[in-house]
T-cell receptor, first 114, second 108 residues
Framework: KAGVTQTPRYLIKTRGQQVTLSCSPISGHRSVSWYQQTPGQGLQFLFEYFSETQRNKGNFPGRFSGRQFSNSRSEMNVSTLELGDSALYLC?????????????FGSGTRLTVV | QKEVEQDPGPLSVPEGAIVSLNCTYSNSAFQYFMWYRQYSRKGPELLMYTYSSGNKEDGRFTAQVDKSSKYISLFIRDSQPSDSATYLCAINDYKLSFGAGTTVTVRA
């Protein structure tokens, strides 16, 4: 059974640019969540999608957005990149995104903003 | 106040020792508690998942939840160098709220 796949693994972007990250969940999982991991703030929840709808959102500015497609694959977009956006971005999938569900994480996309 | 507090360590123990990791949480309504392990340059991997209070054992790993004191623990028995990683506690409240993570090194 294939795990959660995130592409690309590494990205270097310049301040002011925008970036799109991709996540393919485990087959059959309909919920996809995104997290940002930094040394200072740790792992923080960005948003969660279920059946192509954003169901939950963390405390991040509107520059961070996402979407989910009918096959449950998800993309995350960050516009007008800032140096502080440098982080490991992790995608997690679960069957329904309910409290009782476990979440499986991908290996992440390491974004560096210069 | 953060929802989950965890001492970031680091923690260094000799091989074969018992590793004890702890977290506290703020909201007594939380019911679902997780422990994740994260190796360098990898995503977190689910280790243990506990509902409400009590103990759960899986091989060398034991997770405990004490809802009366809002305290969650993970114990690793007979620790191995391969257990060297960052351990993260998390609350599942329709999203995961993580502790800061404790970096553990098991010395051979």
């Amino acid at each position: 059974k294939a795990g959660v796949t995130q592409t690309p693994r590494y990205l270097i972007k310049t301040r002011g640019q925008q970036v799109t990250l991709s996540c393919s969940p485990i087959s059959g999982h309909r919920s996809v969540s995104w997290y940002q991991q930094t040394p200072g703030q740790g792992l923080q929840f960005l948003f969660e999608y279920f059946s192509e709808t954003q169901r939950n959102k963390g405390n991040f500015p509107g520059r961070f957005s996402g979407r989910q497609f009918s096959n449950s694959r998800s993309e995350m977009n960050v516009s007008t990149l800032e140096l502080g956006d440098s982080a490991l971005y992790l995608c997690a999938s679960s069957w329904r995104g309910q409290e009782a569900d476990g979440y499986t994480f991908g290996s992440g996309t390491r974004l560096t903003v210069v | 106040q953060k929802e989950v507090e965890q001492d970031p360590g680091p923690l260094s123990v000799p091989e074969g020792a018992i590793v004890s990791l702890n977290c506290t949480y703020s909201n007594s309504a939380f019911q679902y508690f997780m422990w994740y392990r994260q190796y360098s340059r990898k995503g977190p991997e689910l280790l243990m998942y506990t509902y409400s209070s009590g103990n759960k054992e899986d091989g060398r790993f034991t997770a405990q939840v004490d809802k009366s004191s809002k305290y969650i623990s993970l114990f690793i028995r007979d620790s191995q160098p391969s257990d060297s990683a960052t351990y993260l506690c998390a609350i599942n409240d329709y999203k995961l709220s993580f502790g800061a993570g404790t970096t553990v090194t098991v010395r051979a």
